[in-house]
Nanobody
């Protein structure tokens, strides 16, 4: 059974940084596409980034490109999202998600992901 648990959210001032973690069980990062999404109050869920195990590549939404970086620790089976230069528009609940095994390629559509964590709140405010 796949389980994803996010952590690392919090309140940060504009220009600050946070690192989110997504601890996974029941899967190996070598066989999955792992994505990060976010949802702000009153807004649609938004794609943030994705790691494709088949390509060994990471993709980012334009709105976070150059500021956010995905990384992973295979020994801990944990995926990270380093977020720098945060601004108030980054305030949202952040979720990690995976596609089904065998679907190794990234997708920007949340409906293509089958397993989701509970989310972690990120608030950017002075």
């Amino acid at each position: 059974q796949v389980q994803l648990v996010e952590s690392g959210g919090g309140l940060v001032q504009p220009g600050g940084s946070l690192r989110l973690s997504c601890a996974a069980s029941g899967l190996s990062f070598d066989n999955y596409a792992i994505g990060w999404f976010r949802q702000a109050p009153g807004k649609e869920r938004e794609y943030v980034s994705c790691f494709s195990s088949s390509e060994g590549s990471t993709y980012y939404a334009d709105v976070v490109k150059g500021r956010f970086t995905m990384s992973r620790d295979n020994a801990r089976n944990t995926m990270y999202l380093q977020m720098n230069s945060l601004n108030p528009e980054d305030t949202a609940v952040y979720y990690c998600a995976t596609r089904l095994p065998g679907y190794y390629f990234c997708s920007g559509y949340g409906s293509d992901y089958n397993y989701w964590g509970q989310g972690t709140q990120v608030s950017v405010s002075s």
